[in-house]
């Protein structure tokens, strides 16, 4: 059984507003489509929700709440093809907290997306502590996604490179931070999963276990206090699950060595990129490894996560 683990939708009226490139609007109906004609068997719809950045905070919990509501009615609709995924923003504060458990608990929706930051505030800030200690009692996978575009945008408005570096580069800060925060530390069994190969961690990683090895000793670039782990960040790394959204083998291969095959989900992005769905799927079956591996991140991994195996 195939699993897409990283497909978007939004509901009908955002869709009209929002395409991508003006040629696909991001429906449900599109997505499922594209993923019949590609021979996937169940997907994961969520919403990244881009539209909420600089909102106010009602605002945005009015587009989270619309959210949740059709991403129900989407999971009852096409119960044997898709699961929904709830939308949040961690430390938006109890009325985002009531919201989320609401979208699990009443709604049944399988598991909630978060961007890897929003307006500036990151998951690891102590006002997101309130969600952790909620997602691990409702024991349902997180998925962290990149927001539009974080840090450094003013120099990355040419040649898309907000989406193709911006967005990994603040996906990748948001799990460090959650890492040496201690945010894994404190809550051992949260099931977190990062987005595009965790925006390139797997290569990094070597770099942030260094960093907590040295300490203060290799100061001059900020303190290593106070500490908040009590492994290397590698450790905290293989808790964690990644999906397969990258369009580059050597960096899949770079995933599966760091954490392992059984930590990887097979995701494409489609949409919103349709075109790429056929080329996400051939990059996995094509991979230099055992078949049971193949079958694990292609759908094992991720039916395990949401408890359907």
Same mark, same amino acid.
């Given at each position: 059984? /195939? ?36 021979? /996937? ?56 907290? @009531? ?31 309130? %969600? %952790? ?28 490179? @907000? ?5 990994? %580069? ?39 276990? !260094? ?24 450790? !905290?790394?293989?808790?964690? !699950? %990644? ?17 392992? @095959? ?39 991994? @991720? ?7």
């Amino acid at each position: 059984m /195939i699993v897409d683990w990283h497909a978007h939708a939004y509901p009908p009226e955002i869709a009209s507003q929002r395409r991508w490139g003006n040629i696909y609007p991001l429906t449900i109906e599109n997505l499922l489509d594209a993923h019949e004609r590609a021979a /996937i068997d169940l997907c994961v719809v969520s919403n990244t929700l881009h539209y909420i950045k600089g909102k106010t905070p009602d605002e945005a919990l009015g587009y989270i709440r619309r959210w949740n509501e059709y991403a129900a009615e989407i999971q009852q609709r096409h119960a044997n093809r898709a699961v929904a995924f709830a939308s949040a923003v961690p430390g938006g504060g109890k009325e985002f907290i @009531a919201e989320t458990e609401r979208a699990i608990r009443q709604y049944g929706l399988k598991g909630i997306l978060i961007n890897s930051s929003h307006n500036g505030a990151y998951p690891d800030d102590d006002a997101a502590r309130p %969600f %952790f200690e909620l997602i691990t009692e409702l024991d349902v996978p997180v998925m962290i996604h990149a927001p539009t575009v974080s840090f450094g945008e003013e120099r990355m408005r040419e040649y898309r490179l @907000a989406s193709s570096i911006g967005r990994p %580069f603040d996906g990748c800060l948001s799990i460090a931070r959650l890492i040496v925060g201690g945010v894994l530390e404190q809550f051992p069994t949260a099931k977190i999963v990062g987005c595009h190969l965790g925006g390139g961690i797997s290569e990094v990683i070597g770099r942030m276990d !260094y960093a907590y090895e040295l300490g203060d000793a290799a100061s001059g670039l900020g303190s290593y206090e106070p500490m908040m782990i009590k492994h290397a960040p590698s450790h !905290y790394l293989k808790r964690m !699950y %990644f999906d397969t959204v990258s369009y580059h083998a050597p960096a899949v291969m770079c995933a599966l060595q760091t954490v392992g @095959a059984d930590r990887l989900l097979f995701g494409s992005d489609a949409p919103p990129l349709l075109p790429m769905l056929p080329k996400a799927k051939k990059l996995i079956e094509d991979l230099p490894i055992h078949a049971a591996e193949k079958e694990a991140i292609l759908g094992n991994n @991720a039916l395990k996560l949401l408890k359907r195996f």
